[in-house]
Nanobody
Framework: QLQASGGGLVQAGGSLRLSCASS????????MAWFRQAPGKERQFVAA????????YYTDSVKGRCTISRENAMKPVYLQMSSLKPEDTAVYYC??????????????????WGKGTLVTVSS
């Protein structure tokens, strides 16, 4: 029901825009988030946006380099990434959580997950 796309191979310093599209349902009252999982590491939070007021949250390592956006529940959720670093290399997943939140560290709180898209940043 969620599908992430837009990943690829990019050089350090480059940019990518990831998209998360929904199918089969509309995530009207869901907060949307991006997580990533690097090889051999746990899945970690990247960015999130609440549905009610558009409040956004970012993990410290991407602040100032990434922007999550969502026009409305009918449109994809985007993650614009710039100034990419090799340490950003990971599979990126979009996820949805009913309601709103300010705490995104617990991946088990997410209700829906999409298949990931691989981002590889070369040095």
């Amino acid at each position: 029901q969620l599908q992430a796309s837009g990943g690829g191979l990019v050089q350090a310093g480059g940019s990518l825009r990831l998209s998360c599209a929904s199918s089969g349902r509309t995530f009207t009252r869901y907060a949307m988030a991006w997580f990533r999982q690097a090889p051999g590491k746990e899945r970690q939070f990247v960015a999130a946006i609440n549905w009610n007021d558009g409040t956004t949250y970012y993990t410290d390592s991407v602040k100032g380099r990434c922007t999550i956006s969502r026009e409305n529940a009918m449109k994809p959720v985007y993650l614009q990434m710039s100034s990419l670093k090799p340490e950003d290399t990971a599979v990126y997943y979009c996820a949805a959580r009913y309601g709103v939140s300010a705490d995104w560290d617990d991946t088990t709180e997410m209700d829906y997950w999409g298949k990931g898209t691989l981002v590889t940043v070369s040095s």
